[in-house]
Structures are given as C-alpha cells and as structure tokens.
C-alpha cells in the first residue's frame, strides 16, 4: 500500500518511479517466498 506517491516538482505523479517501486517489492516478496519454499 502506498502512503503517498512520487511527485515531480510541479506536482505530477511520477509514475515510473511507481513501476520500478512496484517491481522491488514483486521481486522482494518472490524472494522471499523462493526462501520459504527452499526449507
């Protein structure tokens, strides 16, 4: 969930930075779980 979203100075949502934020976070969980998976 996001609290607020990325801006550029004149106020427009960056919405790269919330794609790139979004596939950290995928990659992140998947790793995770490939660890769990692992034991």
Do not use: C, H, I, W
């Not at 996001?2 to 979004?22: I, L």
């Not at 990659?27 to 995770?32: D, H, K, M």
Request: net charge negative.
């Amino acid at each position: 969930m996001v609290t607020e979203f990325p801006m550029t100075g004149s106020g427009k949502v960056q919405k790269y930075k919330m794609a790139e934020m979004a596939e950290d976070e995928y990659l992140e969980v998947g790793s995770r779980n490939a660890e769990v998976g692992n034991e």
